[in-house]
């Protein structure tokens, strides 16, 4: 009933041939749904009669014979239906019961008709993601020592992904399908990185293992790192061996790795599983139950040698956030794009710092590196909000920005200086919001807000330096209107005002953010 009108929609239902046709459909639907469900139930009962008179049984069909015939029955059938209605869980479940290792191509291409017959049908994404890592697996179990082998896991995965750039391409704003470009993605790392810690020759230096237990004993390492997964595990959908990898790649040593600014915010990039994580998925017909098919990363060393694996990350990270860039230039109220975006964000800045800090003063590039990214990415969102000011997407990527920038500063090993960029950033936005409302002659609701949250973030700032009896260098160029905590405050009470006024209906909400200022006021008298 998307994008219908209701009353012609309920018109057209009582209309008597709609009516009939549908009776029929529905009429259909129910035969095929009991043929398949006697199917499967027959082929259980003929199988377990046959066992018993197997011995003095004169037919030539097979117990296999029989299983065979009812398992095809039942592949048809659930086909059928599935093409008509993708939504019942249990036909997926069905074939997912029958389905061989050669059938990839099949269960594809019917998750595909599927798909474009209802893009959101969660129980087919479900269905093609569990194809794919139940391919992955078994290729790897059967021929696990096969170049050709690993070639088509990656060929599939590599196709995968082009398919979700066509589907982006016809509806940019399916969070569906960036939710699969997610699993691909995540695949794709895990497969790259498996197959360069499986290397004999990754082993560490006695100086690098003694570098590793030190930090080891010091500093708990993130999750997954110093552990044992399964391969088919590793191909749930989840970032965590991304993120590891690229947390190990981007650093010369373990020590300087357990410092690495993006470490803190492990979480900040972390993207969960989205199949489960056992070890249930069976091994498929003509292949053998390998049971060393786990790889164990307790070998891993401080820095990938592989130059191969290691470029094929990078470049694959590289790829993702060109892509999110082309997404928000085409539309700037791409939630889901900035969604993505924020997920990339810490492993791309660690990436930066990485290539910045070959000369001697690296703490230096470091810093300079991370203030010169942050300033271009608040430019490219000060873009979309002078060019769209109440579409709320960007200014919630906007936020997600600053704070990124107030966690960089509280937890950074150099606090001053990662400080100065804090602030640095906080006065910039600052006078673009400001000059933003007065572009649109204070008629932004998006722009009263995010000023608020800028000058509340000062306040916060000020209060810290006068309890500890510091001051923040102050950036070239401004004025000192920040140091003062009562002029900070007049112009957030401002702000809020100005939102009563263009937002009644938040009215509560903005009266208990006044108490909340009139509260901190009277704590600093």
Not at 75 to 81: D, F
Not at 257 to 281: A, D, E, K
Request: contains cysteine; glycine residues 2%.
């Amino acid at each position: 009933m998307h994008n219908q009108n209701r009353t012609q929609y309920k018109a057209r239902q009582s209309d008597p041939i709609v009516a009939d046709r549908l009776s029929k459909k529905a009429s259909s639907w129910n035969t095929l749904t009991r043929q398949l469900l006697l199917s499967r139930h027959d082929g259980t009962t003929k199988v377990n009669v046959q066992e018993k008179h197997l011995a003095g049984s004169t037919t030539t069909t097979t117990t296999s014979q029989l299983r065979r015939c009812d398992e095809e029955t039942c592949l048809k059938v659930s086909y059928k239906l599935l093409l008509v209605n993708p939504d019942p869980s249990y036909l997926w479940n069905a074939r997912r019961e029958l389905i061989t290792f050669t059938q990839l191509s099949t269960e594809l291409e019917l998750t595909k008709a599927a798909l474009q017959r209802n893009p959101k049908a969660y129980a087919a994404w479900y269905h093609r993601k569990w194809c794919v890592r139940y391919f992955a697996h078994n290729d790897r179990t059967d021929c696990s020592t096969s170049t050709s082998t690993t070639c088509s896991v990656q060929l599939v995965l590599e196709q995968e992904l082009h398919l979700c750039s066509e589907l982006l391409n016809a509806d940019e704003r399916n969070f569906h399908y960036w939710n699969y470009r997610r699993f691909v993605v995540g695949a794709m790392a895990s497969q790259i990185h498996l197959l360069s810690s499986s290397s004999s020759s990754l082993v560490r230096t006695p100086v690098e293992e003694d570098k590793y237990n030190a930090a080891e004993s010091s500093q708990p390492p993130p999750p997954l790192l110093h552990t044992t997964i399964d391969y088919c595990s590793a191909l749930d959908g989840s970032w965590d061996t991304f993120v590891n990898a690229l947390l190990i790649t981007s650093t010369n040593s373990i020590d300087q790795y357990h410092y690495s600014p993006c470490f803190p915010y492990y979480n900040l990039c972390r993207i969960g599983p989205q199949l489960t994580r056992n070890n249930s998925v069976p091994p498929a017909v003509g292949c053998s139950d390998n049971k060393n098919t786990t790889t164990s990363l307790n070998n891993l060393p401080s820095c990938i040698t592989h130059e191969k694996q290691r470029n094929q990350l990078l470049e694959l990270l590289r790829g993702e956030w060109g892509f999110t860039t082309q997404k928000i230039e085409q539309n700037f109220s791409n939630y889901s794009a900035y969604h993505y975006r924020s997920k990339l964000l810490p492993l791309w800045i660690s990436v930066l710092i990485s290539s910045s800090s070959s000369s001697e003063n690296n703490n230096n590039n470091s810093v300079s590196t991370i203030q010169q990214f942050l300033l271009s990415e608040f430019q490219v969102v000060r873009n979309a909000i002078y060019t769209e000011p109440d579409d709320q997407s960007s200014w919630w990527y906007h936020r997600y920005l600053l704070d990124y920038c107030k966690n960089i500063a509280t937890t950074a090993s150099d606090n001053d200086r990662h400080n100065f960029i804090y602030v640095n950033v906080l006065l910039l936005e600052r006078e673009a919001i400001q000059e933003l409302l007065r572009a649109e002659d204070g008629q932004c609701k998006w722009g009263w807000i995010t000023l608020h949250a800028i000058l509340l973030r000062l306040m916060e700032i000020r209060l810290v330096e006068s309890k500890t009896n510091t001051t923040t260098v102050c950036p070239e160029n401004y004025d000192s209107s920040f140091s003062n905590l009562q002029l900070l405050r007049e112009e957030a009470e401002e702000c809020l005002l100005k939102l009563i006024e263009l937002d009644p209906d938040r009215l509560l909400r903005y009266q208990d953010m006044l108490q909340d200022l009139h509260q901190t006021k009277e704590l600093d008298m």
